[in-house]
């Protein structure tokens, strides 16, 4: 029995025209037997690529309990050259964006780099040459091409054991130890903190959380940069914010709860997170945790006490 294959598309404007093509396509290939069991599912067109880009490859990088999973995730970006777009796709742990532009490197990109993410550009790619390019990547699976040759084979399939742990173990990131307590209160505060070139604000959900910061009244910063610590138990009710945000976890465990999605993401070190606007969640601590976050613009947090709260069990893996 073969797995169900959900392909997401995403493009930007210089994409939307080709996505479009590939999008009628894909549709026209599932009435095909060989093709049965793709979904398609169209994201759509957003004027920035690293946003789209991020959305899709999010969905694509999720954690959750693929070894039993029915349904593969795959994505297809649509840019002016296909590069922009693969270069933020890969900053998302489990996706290997390939960009390619004939067949030849479409049949590689699966055969040798286990590619789970296309990205074609509109000023490089014609519809034909599109068309086939997606067909050799959706027909050709890991390691094919390398059926005769055992050590190439091995070492391929090693490759995607060895890869993973390499980003896992790859943390340093720059950032001040510096802690201090937080609001008092339970209500919504905001301080600024320094940080990554950038001054910041960060919205305190209960005293328990330490931040590396310093006192600030300034109402004016946009981006958002931080380091983020929570002790062992700590829980943040359900929430939303006004703009998608970035979460890479440096080290400890938590579970971010979707409720809008009803997607669980265990993040561990090394861990990388996106959720977008207005998407509701809730978080729990299973160890002290320390981890960055980034928002690129205006942002703001909003309580949902609408919302129940979830019980999260504490040996959640």
Known sequence: ???????????????KELKDVVKNHLTSLSTNDQFSNLEVVDLGTQDKYYDIAFELASLVGERKKLENS????????VCGTGMGMSIIANKVPGVYASPCQDVKTAFDSRGINNSNVLTLGSMVTN??????????WLKTSFTNGWEDKQDVKDFLENSMKEIPKLINNHSHIPYSTQALSGDANNEASFVSIPGFDERCKWCLLRQERHVNTSDSNDDSIERLRAVVRFPKG????PHHHTHGHDVFVIRGHKTV????TGVDYVLRPGGYLYTPATQIHQV???????????SDEGFDMMWDSDVKNIVFEEDQK
């Open 1 to 15: 029995m073969k797995k169900n294959i959900k392909i997401y598309l995403g493009s930007d404007p210089y994409g």
């Open 70 to 77: 029915e349904e593969e995730k795959k994505g297809i970006l």
């Open 127 to 136: 519809n034909d040459n599109a068309k086939e390019i997606i067909e050799t």
């Open 234 to 237: 700590s829980m943040e009710p």
């Open 257 to 260: 709860k979707n409720l809008t």
């Open 284 to 294: 729990f601590y299973h160890e002290d945790t320390e981890y960055w976050f980034g």
